[in-house]
């Protein structure tokens, strides 16, 4: 979608409204982040995963190199599969 933007000839408050109707356009077309499932498994992001465990992306990553939480590649992204979380959680807690 292009919207083509015309500003000569506008006063300032027709500009800001020009600029307040492009920022609705661009947040009617935002979607939502969901975790990306297939039928089986979901996979959370690094940042996801950071946040849920309370570490830095940092320390994901060495874990990663030292076997002691995988992480899988889907196409260029790295993701963590919910169950290997949930288990690696399990696993601390007891």
Do not use: C
Request: charged share 30%.
């Amino acid at each position: 979608m292009t919207t083509v933007l015309q500003i000569e000839g506008l006063t300032a408050k027709d500009l800001f409204q020009k600029f307040a109707e492009l920022e609705q356009k661009i947040e009617a077309n935002i979607q939502p982040h969901r975790p990306v499932t297939n039928q089986s498994e979901t996979y959370l992001t690094r940042a996801e995963v950071s946040e849920q465990l309370k570490v830095t992306r940092q320390t994901l990553s060495t874990w990663h190199k030292k076997d002691v939480l995988r992480a899988v590649r889907l196409g260029t992204r790295v993701r963590y599969k919910l169950s290997d979380i949930e288990l690696f959680t399990q696993s601390k807690t007891i």
